[in-house]
């Protein structure tokens, strides 16, 4: 069904009667009295139907939706052997000393082990907390292999796909064509701003890896010195532990499930002006999904509604996200179409005799996606090409990608502030907060290990703007019409076609093995040989190609819109970082305005100013 939607939409975006209509409202006189919003929307339409081939050749529109529908059908089956993956290793209890909690790992009867299914609830404590280095690397090299046989050809055929459509359509290559709507327009700018952000970290890569190496070799010292990639994560968590004090195994008995969900509910609400209200009467696809509503706190109007399905089973989408499921808009007739979502997680669950504890890690994560839940829910859109959505979706519309992230970043922010950290902790015991000694600690650990962590992101960021770029390109001309003036004329076009090699440092690779070079030349750290992790990445697969640095580019602004409320509780009596005035004016100029303004005219209206990178770097230098 959704390749149909997608194909769909892919054909009505390129039709010609549409287009023309289009271009003579931009050149007629009437457009400069249209309103804002109005004028805005029939430009996104125009652009969209020039980048989905509006202005080539008949024979080019059939090749391009063509090209287009085989794209949709390699990703889906993509996520989907992700997704439905059911691998899993075996591990005796003594293989997996250091977890505290054996249980999440049920037995297998065959052989009396464990079983350790790849999906991150099962994988994250193992790679974070077994003292046996070998158990570790067992599962690092399954993780880093997983799908590896079925979905490496489906990513080097994407990748071919997508290159040669961005031809048809007068660019060059697929990053070229991904980035010229955002914010930051073009691959220079984007790999500008990357290795800005890489020279930022690097004093601090530096020096956390020697500590690590330190670390092992006082821990280890039969091990080598030398770091592995299933080393990262243990002696990370391990030096947190040493020298902040921050025990994550511990740090999770404050954070069950049922009393964080409420709270930050409870603190969205606050903040936003709203109020949640459970439906206990709508169908649910499944006994975990619990269904809201979501009314204006003060005039108790109903604004949208949202799902909650928090935990992993069997088939499901195994990563977080949310998931718009209706867009905002209003008919014909007036009416408006409310807003709704599903927030997919993937968090710890109950079993049997324990309720689910959540890693901090998770409690922060559930924060950040309900973030774009409100932003989806709040948006008050009059077209639905205006409301919340992301290019996961088979349907068009939503805000520059690379402004995707602001709002959720700038609210998970709060999570790390003292008088949240004391409402979302409830001891599974007693129901005590965390001690003020482990809040200090935890937001001393905020960024260490940051310079290991960020640019190991930053180097899956540079790795997707260049397998997108084709730079090893050979050329094959063909004739399309000229974008530039807007299909005007009929000129020469060159189109590239990818050789299959890509090269980085004078060393040709495929795609596969460029990962892994990628990582070594900006980490430090060797991948696990011959493997490619790239083949169970969904984000490149469902909407993120040529868009993965966007999350890094979001926190610079979401910084910035934050700076405000630290400047608020740094001068206000209440000393509170939940300032309702604020919140109130982010959720009108952001929240509520959805994709009706351009991302960079909606930071402003917020900061009454242009925005500025000064905090987030600030931050880095933590």
Same mark, same amino acid.
């Given at each position: 069904m959704k390749d149909e939607v997608a194909t769909m939409f892919s054909t009505a975006f390129t039709d010609v009667e549409l287009l023309n209509v289009l271009s003579t409202h931009k050149r007629s006189t009437s457009v400069a009295e249209s309103p804002e919003d109005e004028k805005f929307y029939k430009d996104i !339409?125009?652009? !969209? =139907?020039?980048?989905? %081939? %509006? %202005?080539? /050749? =008949?024979? =080019?529109?059939? !090749?391009?939706? &063509?090209?287009?529908? =085989? #794209? +949709? +059908?390699?990703? /889906?089956?993509?996520?989907?052997? #992700?997704n439905e993956n059911d691998q899993y290793l075996?591990? /005796?209890?003594d293989e997996l000393k250091g977890i505290d909690d054996l249980g999440m790992f049920p037995l297998d009867e065959g052989c009396n082990k464990r079983k350790v299914s790849l999906k991150a609830p099962s994988t994250l404590p193992i790679l974070k907390f077994a003292h046996n280095a070998e158990t570790r690397r067992r599962v690092l090299d399954a993780v880093s292999r997983k799908c590896q046989e079925v979905n490496t050809s489906r990513f080097e055929q994407v990748l071919q796909l997508r290159h040669e459509a961005a031809n048809i359509v007068g660019y060059p290559n697929h990053a070229a064509y991904e980035l010229a709507p955002k914010m930051i327009s073009n691959e220079v700018n984007a790999n500008t701003f990357l290795a800005e952000c890489l020279e930022a970290y690097?004093? &601090?890569?530096?020096?956390?890896? &020697?500590?690590?190496?330190?670390l092992k070799k006082e821990m280890s010292p039969d091990e080598g010195e030398g770091l592995y990639a299933w080393d990262m994560a243990y002696y990370m968590r391990e030096y947190k532990s040493r020298f902040v004090g921050i025990d994550e195994a511990e740090l999770r008995q404050f954070f069950p499930l049922k009393h964080v969900k409420l709270t930050i509910l409870a603190i969205y609400e606050e903040l936003l002006a709203l109020k949640f209200v459970r439906e206990t009467d709508i169908p649910v696809w499944h006994e975990d999904v619990e269904c809201y509503s979501v009314l204006d706190s003060s005039t108790l109007e109903v604004q949208g509604h949202f799902y909650l399905d928090l935990f992993p089973r069997e088939g499901k989408y195994s990563h977080q996200c949310v998931y718009p499921l209706r867009p905002s808009y209003v008919k014909d007739n007036g009416t408006r179409v409310l807003p709704a979502c599903v927030n997919l997680g993937n968090l710890t669950p109950a079993r049997e005799g324990s309720p689910s504890l959540l890693l901090f890690r998770e409690v922060e994560t559930f924060f950040h996606e309900f973030g774009h839940v409100c932003h989806c829910v709040l948006t008050n859109s009059k077209h639905s090409l205006h409301s919340w959505a992301w290019s996961a979706v088979p349907w068009p519309g939503g805000v520059e990608q690379d402004f995707l992230e602001v709002p959720s970043m700038m609210l998970e922010n709060f999570v790390w502030q003292p008088e949240v950290l004391k409402r979302l902790s409830s001891h599974i015991n007693d129901g005590s907060s965390l001690p003020d000694e482990t809040i200090h600690a935890l937001n001393e650990s905020r960024t260490l290990m940051t310079g290991c962590t960020k640019t190991k992101y930053l180097a899956m960021a540079i790795y997707d703007i260049s397998v997108h770029s084709s730079h090893m390109a050979r050329s094959v001309v063909y004739h399309c019409r000229d974008l530039v003036i807007f299909y005007c004329s009929t000129v020469p076009l060159t189109i590239f076609t990818l050789s299959g090699s890509y090269n980085l440092d004078g060393e040709n690779h495929d795609a596969a093995s460029l990962f892994n070079a990628m990582m070594k030349k900006y980490t430090g750290i060797e991948q696990i040989s011959d493997s490619f992790a790239g083949a169970s990445w969904l984000h490149l697969m469902q909407g993120y190609d040529a868009g993965y640095y966007g999350?890094?580019?979001?926190?610079?602004?979401?910084?910035? #819109?934050?700076? &405000?409320?630290?400047?608020?509780?740094?001068?206000a009596s209440d000393d509170t970082i939940i300032c309702c005035e604020l919140g109130r004016k982010y959720r009108d100029s952001i929240l509520a305005r959805g994709a009706t303004k351009a991302g960079l005219d909606m930071l402003k209206d917020f900061l009454n100013r242009m925005p500025s990178k000064d905090s987030f770097f600030d931050r880095v230098k933590k």
């Open positions: !339409m125009f652009i !969209m =139907q020039i980048r989905n %081939g %509006g %202005g080539t /050749t =008949q024979d =080019q529109r059939v !090749m391009l939706r &063509k090209k287009r529908q =085989q #794209i +949709e +059908e390699l990703c /889906t089956a993509f996520c989907s052997s #992700i075996l591990f /005796t209890d690097r004093p &601090k890569l530096e020096r956390e890896m &020697k500590q690590l190496k330190d999350y890094i580019y979001s926190e610079c602004f979401a910084a910035d #819109i934050y700076s &405000k409320f630290e400047s608020h509780k740094s001068e």
